[in-house]
């Protein structure tokens, strides 16, 4: 039933032709929410899926969260759902009763966006990767270093900014319009969503903003990130399947429809069984999370592993099956082949999640 939904709101309020009206307002308009669609997903209850009830938010985990991701990418939709998400569960885990209080509300009902700004220009989407600072000053944290592919984050309310604090990740809950606080809108490859670099500037926070749970909390929302993003490039691997096979079925060479053609067909099924793969890895990888089983890492790892491998693979055989027309403007191929691209190394590529898959094997294996 929640597919279905926001399938059935996504097809009213997010079609390919509206999604093509924002493209042609041109690149100086704000691309980052559509108010619309986010009031009317709010109303659905997206971003408040896995928030406590008690702020308004329905209770659920990863696998319900994960299926609206999917129809996110299978649409290209636009707006800061899933970064909004992972802030919510990271607010979630925090012992602060008042930040719980703040935050959650807001984000449960829409009147609020956030977002996480965790990557770095050069460094890799792991916690080693960090080298924004933040130093105790008093009853205060300043917070000074650059932050990169921050999804959303001009229309966000809050920023979840991860530094290094007295050497250990640790992460600290901003306000978007905090003193020393810079965001510079990205040019990236996906034309479908917004992506700033943040600029902190001896940015001070309240310790109290200080997010519980380390580097183990961090880790944590990794994981949740690579599901989430991992379902969203599953939706949109889905819809590009399916518009390859429409494509077969209609395109004609040698007096024939190319989908008759066997190398054609291995194709196809190579791009399925891609598809059919990842979903598998995911749903796997979510239920182990929700249900805090031993090897949820593991799982996510294998997910995200296989999903950032195989969105690439498959956007490449759409776009081989296509032929030249499937990268033209006028066709829609092009759009979901530039946030597949982007999905696949958002939160770490293939070679990032298989080197800790091992070090994970490592800890657990038992020698003989």
């Avoid at 986010?38 to 408040?48: F, S």
């Avoid at 510079?184 to 943040?198: G, I, P, W």
Wanted: overall charge negative.
């Amino acid at each position: 039933m929640l597919r279905e939904a926001s399938r059935s709101l996504l097809r009213d309020h997010a079609s390919m032709q509206q999604v093509r009206q924002r493209l042609d307002d041109g690149p100086d308009v704000p691309a980052d929410v559509d108010a619309t669609l986010w009031r009317l997903a709010a109303e659905l209850g997206w971003v408040g899926i896995a928030l406590p009830e008690e702020y308004g938010g329905s209770g659920q985990g990863l696998v319900e969260l994960s299926i609206v991701a999917e129809e996110i990418g299978r649409a290209l939709a636009r707006g800061g759902f899933l970064p909004s998400m992972l802030v919510g569960n990271a607010v979630t885990r925090s012992t602060s009763p008042e930040l719980r209080a703040e935050v959650l509300p807001a984000l449960a009902d829409g009147s609020a966006g956030a977002s996480w700004a965790f990557a770095e220009s050069g460094a890799p989407w792991t916690l080693g990767g960090i080298q924004t600072t933040a130093t105790t000053s008093g009853d205060t944290v300043i917070l000074d270093g650059i932050k990169t592919a921050v999804q959303d984050a001009d229309s966000s309310r809050w920023l979840v900014v991860t530094a290094l604090h007295e050497g250990e990740p640790t992460s600290f809950l901003v306000d978007r319009d905090t003193p020393g606080l810079s965001v510079r809108r990205q040019h990236v490859l996906d034309l479908t969503r917004s992506f700033y670099k943040v600029r902190l500037e001896g940015v001070r926070v309240p310790v109290t903003r200080r997010l519980d749970g380390g580097p183990a909390a961090i880790q944590q929302l990794l994981d949740d990130a690579c599901v989430l993003y991992g379902a969203e490039a599953v939706g949109v691997m889905d819809t590009m399947l399916q518009l390859t096979l429409d494509y077969l079925k209609v395109r004609v060479q040698f007096g024939t429809t190319i989908g008759t053609f066997q190398a054609v067909k291995h194709k196809c099924a190579t791009m399925a069984m891609l598809v059919h793969g990842s979903r598998a890895a995911l749903d796997y990888s979510a239920m182990a999370a929700d249900a805090a089983t031993p090897d949820a890492s593991q799982a996510c790892c294998v997910a995200a592993s296989f999903i950032s491998s195989s969105v690439g693979d498959v956007a490449g055989e759409a776009l081989q099956l296509h032929g030249g027309i499937g990268f033209t403007w006028e066709h829609d191929l092009h759009l979901f082949l530039r946030r597949a691209k982007v999905d696949g190394v958002l939160y770490g590529d293939a070679s990032v999640h298989r080197e800790r898959l091992c070090g994970l094997l490592q800890q657990t294996h038992v020698p003989v």
